[in-house]
Every structure is written in structure tokens, then in C-alpha cells.
């Protein structure tokens, strides 16, 4: 039976998230509880909604896509930020985006469906 977490989407975020959180770790004390605490909340809204949206009905589906889609835009916003302050370099930074930009690619594409 094919559920949520088997969805591309859902292991794009997941994934994600896990390097996400490693990343963190080695983030200065100052930004780890601050900067970096809003961005993995960020990425754990994206994953929540794309849960929320596979286990909703029909008609409820959009609404957790269109808040997968607002969180994706502000952890984009967020890993900018981060890049900026050089808490992650060029690399890593452009890995998350093209990351970013794929799952948003996929929730556009996932609520033109319905």
C-alpha cells in the first residue's frame, strides 16, 4: 500500500531535514538557537503540511499544499540568510536550493493535479 511517506515529496523534505539538522550542529552557538532553529521549524512545517495534505480529503488538499508552498518560500528565505551571515558555505547552499526549488517544483505540480 503506498502511503505519504513513500512519496518523492516526502523523502525530498525528510532528507532534507536530516542534513538540515547535521548542518545545525555545527552552526556558532548564537545562530544554532536562533537562525537555525527558525529554518529547521521552517522545513518541519513543509514536512507536516505535506503529511497533512496526503491524509486530507480532496477538498482540503490545496489549502496544506499552499502551506508547504509558503514555508518552502521562507526557508529559501531563511538558507539565503544563513549563507549570508556564512554559516554554511557557496556549496551547501546551493545543494539546499536546488533541493528547495525541486520540492516546490513538486507541490506546484501536486496541486495543478487536483
Known amino acids: 500500500m503506498y502511503t505519504i511517506n513513500d512519496a518523492p515529496i516526502f523523502q525530498l523534505i525528510f532528507g532534507l531535514l536530516k542534513d538540515y539538522h547535521t548542518l545545525r550542529g555545527k552552526f556558532l552557538k548564537t545562530e544554532k538557537y536562533t537562525l537555525g532553529e527558525k529554518t529547521e521549524d521552517a522545513l518541519l512545517a513543509v514536512l507536516i503540511a505535506v503529511v497533512e495534505a496526503g491524509h486530507a480529503k ?10 508547504a508552498l509558503a514555508k518552502t518560500e521562507l526557508a ?27 520540492a516546490a517544483q513538486m507541490l506546484g505540480g501536486w496541486r495543478r493535479s487536483i
Do not use: A, D
Open 76 to 102: 529559501k528565505i531563511l538558507f539565503r540568510l544563513t549563507l549570508e551571515l556564512k554559516s554554511m558555505n557557496e556549496k551547501q547552499y546551493l545543494n539546499v536550493q536546488s533541493r528547495l526549488q525541486r
Open 58 to 67: 480532496k477538498e482540503w488538499k490545496i489549502s496544506h499544499i499552499e502551506t
